[in-house]
Every structure is written in C-alpha cells, then in structure tokens.
C-alpha cells in the first residue's frame, strides 16, 4: 500500500495468517463505511437483521456448497471427549491440533454473510418483497493472503432482496448506480468486471446461463481488489429453500462490501491519511 508516511500503515493495521487487526483510525474507517452501506439498505426499506455465526454442514450440503465452494469452507468442530486428557497432556507450544484428537464438524464458519438469510428464510412465503440488510465476519480458506486486499477472516455488509425477478434486477441496477457514484465521489475508480464464480453445480443449466448473462459483478479497485459486488441468484435459492413469492419460488439477489477491502482501497487512494479518507466517506455519504 503505497503510503506518505509508512509508519502509518504499520499502525493503522496488521494481518497475520490472513487475520487482521486495525487500530482507532482503521475502525472508524470501516465503520463509517458501514454506515453509509446500511443507509442504502435502509433507505431501500430493508430491515437490519444479525443471523448465527455459524451454518449448518447439512444445509451448506443441500446448497451445492461442498460442490462449488469446498476449498473455501471453514469447518468447526471440538475436541473429542476421549483425547481431552491427551490434549491436556501435550507440551507447550504444539502448533496444531491433530485432525484424529477431533471430532466430526456439524458446522462451518459462514463465507458470505446471505447464506444465513436464506437459511432464516427457509420454508417461508410471501406476496411482498422481502429485504433485509445484515452484517457477518465471513471466512474463506484463499490459497494465499495479501493484507486487507485477501484475508482469511473478513467482514461482510450485504442488502439482500427477495421477491420476482424484476425486483430483484432493479435492486441490483439501482446500487450498481450507486456504488460507482460513490466510488467517484470518493476518487476511486471501480472497474466494473464479470466474475465467474462457480456459484451453480458444474455443468448444469444454470452454469450455462451464466456463461450467457453472469450472475454477478465485481467493482474493482485500480490494483485489482473487489471491493463490491452484486449477485443475482436467480431462484436457485428459492428453490432450494422453499422460498415463496406470490406463490412460485422467489427470486434473489444481494449486493455486497468487504468492508476491510474498502479500508485498503481508501488508503491507497489517500496515501495512508485514513483521517483524510474518514471524512470523504461522511461527505460522500451525505450525498449519496
């Protein structure tokens, strides 16, 4: 990250093991990202909602998750109640747990903060829109780790819509539009690009279709980080989950930030002067 004065960096965040810490102006950085994202959420009529921090494997399972997603999955799980005192017994300074002290893993540690959504939404129907907004810390197992731009551990703000297929393109136009006025009020630059996600099951119809029409977009930063993106699931989920709209299965889509990669992109864009950076997102927000 190309800074003024390097010393800033160094105290304005760390990452170890794609895990970060940020200091005072780091945080409120993010923060006041935060807000500016769940304003258009709300202001959009979605309702702020908090889900699990953790996903059930079983229903990861019936999405396709371990189908199209595995490398990305981070289980959790305990240690066996036979290998406690073994455990207990190991001398300081072991550096892993081994695989046989533990037990099966019922549940994973979310990679996008929607899956809960959905999940939440299981079974259930309704003849309006449904949106919701919410913020998780997402994990995905990257193959390797470059600061705030790739970490292992990461936070998620999404506004998710659920409802016809119409409703659901024109939530994703309306923040496409917002999030590039954003991106220039702020000066980024945010290149529009296709992503090819391998969302739906290999070699089905719906991979086709994306191939075709792409389900989601990435707004990146000049060095190459997606700071956003929006998706569009079509009725994957509606179908999968049970999800009604006016008596078929819903459509959905959802718009997401990383909120750590927007940290990174505003301090490249303003030298490592994240006081700087925090007072253009408040103004940009405002008019946003």
């Known amino acids: 990250m190309p800074v003024t004065d390097p010393a800033a960096a160094v105290t304005a965040w760390s990452v170890r093991d794609g895990l970060a810490t ?3 102006p780091a945080v409120l950085l993010k923060d006041a990202l935060d ?6 959420g709300v202001e959009a009529g979605a309702r702020q909602r908090s889900y699990p921090p953790l996903l059930r494997a079983e229903e990861l399972g019936d999405l396709d998750y371990f189908r199209n997603f595995p490398h990305l999955g981070s289980p959790v799980t305990r240690i066996r109640p036979d290998r406690l005192a073994a455990r207990a017994a190991t001398p300081a300074g072991a550096a892993a747990l081994p695989a046989a002290d533990l037990a099966d893993a019922t549940h994973l540690l979310p990679s996008a903060a929607c899956y809960g959504c959905f999940l939440h939404l299981s079974g259930t129907g309704s003849d309006a829109p449904v949106l919701v907004t919410t913020v998780a810390q997402c994990f995905r197992n990257e193959d390797h780790h470059d600061g705030l731009r790739r970490l292992w551990g990461f936070t998620m703000r999404e506004i998710v819509c659920v409802g016809s297929a119409e409703t659901v393109r ?8 917002r999030i590039a ?3 220039e009020a702020l000066g980024l630059t945010l290149d529009r ?3 090819t996600d391998p969302f739906f099951e290999k070699d089905g119809a719906r991979t086709v279709m994306q191939m075709l029409a792409p389900v989601k977009d990435e707004y990146l930063h000049s060095d190459g980080t997606a700071v956003a993106s929006t998706n569009n699931h079509r009725n994957f989920f509606g179908e999968r989950l049970a999800i009604g709209h006016t008596g078929r299965p819903a459509f959905t889509g959802c718009v997401a930030f990383g909120l750590e ?3 990174h992109a505003l301090g490249d864009r303003f030298e490592g002067d ?5 007072r253009a997102v408040r103004r940009a927000g405002e008019r946003s």
């Open 274 to 278: 994240l006081a700087a950076a925090h």
């Open 22 to 24: 940020l200091d005072e």
């Open 181 to 183: 006025a954003f991106g």
């Open 170 to 177: 024109t939530h994703l136009d309306r923040h496409r539009e």
């Open 261 to 263: 990669r927007w940290v």
């Open 193 to 195: 690009q296709p992503a």
């Open 35 to 40: 807000a500016v994202f769940t304003g258009w």
